[in-house]
Nanobody, 122 residues
Framework: QVQLVESGGGLVQAGGSLTLSCAAS????????MGWFRQAPGKEREFVAA????????NYADSVKGRFTISRDSAKNTVFLQMNSLKPEDTAVYYC???????????????WGQGTQVTVSS
């Protein structure tokens, strides 16, 4: 089993920045892909970004490209999401996810954190 704990959420003004962290514990050697998802009130959970173990492969949702950066510290079993130029529409609960393979859909991720709230005020 793998446990994921997110941190770093909070309230920020539009145009500001936040960095989210996700610390993994347990059978971390099994993790190949780590990702970030978000869920706004009344909306479905959506993909934000993902990174493979080697960190050479990263994917982003079109809505965050150029503003968000995902990175990974494998030695510390931690993945980060640097969020710049935040917009009110980025307001959501952000979830960290992990999987031993290369999931292509939200439902394929095996492990999930509890989420951290990000609120962007206008």
């Amino acid at each position: 089993q793998v446990q994921l704990v997110e941190s770093g959420g909070g309230l920020v003004q539009a145009g500001g920045s936040l960095t989210l962290s996700c610390a993994a514990s347990g059978r971390t050697f099994t993790i190949y892909t780590m990702g970030w998802f978000r869920q706004a009130p009344g909306k479905e959970r959506e993909f934000v970004a993902a990174i493979r173990r080697s960190a050479t492969s990263r994917n982003y949702a079109d809505s965050v490209k150029g503003r968000f950066t995902i990175s990974r510290d494998s030695a510390k079993n931690t993945v980060f999401l640097q969020m710049n130029s935040l917009k009110p529409e980025d307001t959501a609960v952000y979830y960290c996810a992990a999987d031993p393979g290369i999931p292509t859909t939200l439902g394929e991720y095996d492990y999930w954190g509890q989420g951290t709230q990000v609120t962007v005020s206008s």
